[in-house]
């Protein structure tokens, strides 16, 4: 199923959480954090058929979260990575 996706698709999937996480940190860069909390999905690691892009636009945010804290970023981080919503 993947191969039938266009890149136009997996953009828009893929857009809101990398564009949005890459502008959150952007703008919280000069905050003092004690840490970040990014909302992932179950599926960044069990996949599902038929959903390459969701899952790999997640897999960005656990990715990111288990980044080296280094002293350009130095803010711990951590991906929740949650099952369906109710009533979804």
């Not at 698709?9 to 954090?33: D, M, N, S």
């Amino acid at each position: 199923v993947a191969q039938l996706k266009t890149a136009e698709e997996y953009q828009r999937i893929l857009a809101p959480k990398v564009e949005g996480t890459r502008h959150l940190l952007t703008l919280l860069r000069e905050e003092p954090l004690d840490f970040i909390v990014l909302i992932s999905s179950l599926t960044s690691i069990t996949g599902f058929p038929g959903q390459t892009d969701y899952c790999s636009a997640n897999l960005v945010l656990d990715a990111y979260a288990n980044r080296p804290i280094s002293h350009v970023d130095p803010v711990f981080c951590v991906a929740m990575n949650w099952h369906s919503w109710r009533d979804v």
